[in-house]
């Protein structure tokens, strides 16, 4: 139980345009989703909370008009990077929350299993 | 403010010795504890999880972590590496939500890069 998925697992783009990641929680209901980024050899970075309906919460230094998310549904968040650049070009990793959870286990966090995002 | 400092960034073993990351973290209140474990281009792996239980925990893989508040201390251990072991391995902390102004976020390590020499 607990896994999340995205997509896609890898993708190139040109600079100047826009990707869309998607994150899925597939057999639980995610209250909150979580993205992060990660460069090469380096400790994974929040860069914003989600939670289903409303608007997402940036960590300081993260363009929200850049870095794009949905939370749609209970099961789905997505992360459109916009505009992308070679800067961006990274790993985009997102968990989630199960709702059902109770106590301590309540903010454990499932981890997709990342997007590799490259800007040409 | 809570953080988490592990030690060293890599740590290298021969196959069949034992496995120790080490751990120290910061945090106002109880904090929950995790390890996970990320493979070349892999998402991550929860290894194991401290919540105020037991101070021993047992993992995945055969790994386990020993909390130590008097240390404040959370270091990782496995008897026998395997070749499979090698990975980054990533200690996280996360404070009680609501307490202090915490969200009950995960703060990540640096990672330590595990390798194990045949």
């Known amino acids: 139980g607990a896994v999340v998925s995205q997509h896609p697992s890898r993708v190139i783009c040109k600079s100047g345009t826009s990707v869309k990641i998607e994150c899925r929680s597939l057999d639980f209901q995610a209250t909150t989703m979580f993205w992060y980024r990660q460069f090469p050899k380096k400790s994974l970075m929040l860069m914003a909370t989600s939670n289903e309906g409303s608007k997402a919460t940036y960590e300081q230094g993260v363009e929200k008009d850049k870095f794009l998310i949905n939370h749609a549904s209970l099961t789905l968040s997505t992360l459109t990077v916009t505009s992308a650049h070679p800067e961006d070009s990274s790993f985009y990793i997102c968990s989630a929350r199960d709702r059902s959870s109770g106590g301590a286990n309540y903010y454990e966090q499932y981890f997709g299993p990342g997007t590799r995002l490259t800007v040409t | 403010a809570q953080s988490v400092t592990q030690l060293d960034s890599h740590v290298s073993v021969s196959e069949g010795t034992p496995v120790l990351l080490r751990c120290n973290y910061s945090s106002s209140y109880s904090p929950s504890l995790f390890w996970y474990v990320q493979h070349p281009n892999k998402g991550l792996q929860l290894l194991l999880k401290?919540?105020?239980?037991?101070?021993l925990v047992k993992g995945i893989n055969g790994f386990e972590a020993e909390f130590k508040k008097s240390e404040t201390s959370f270091h990782l251990t496995k008897p026998s590496a395997h070749m499979s072991d090698a990975a980054e391995y990533f200690c996280?902390?996360?404070?009680?939500?609501?307490?202090?102004?915490?969200?009950?976020?995960?703060?990540f390590g640096k990672g330590t890069k595990l390798s194990v020499k045949p």
């Open positions: 996280v902390v996360s404070d009680v939500p609501g307490y202090g102004g915490s969200q009950g976020n995960l703060i």
């Open positions: 401290y919540t105020s239980a037991a101070t």
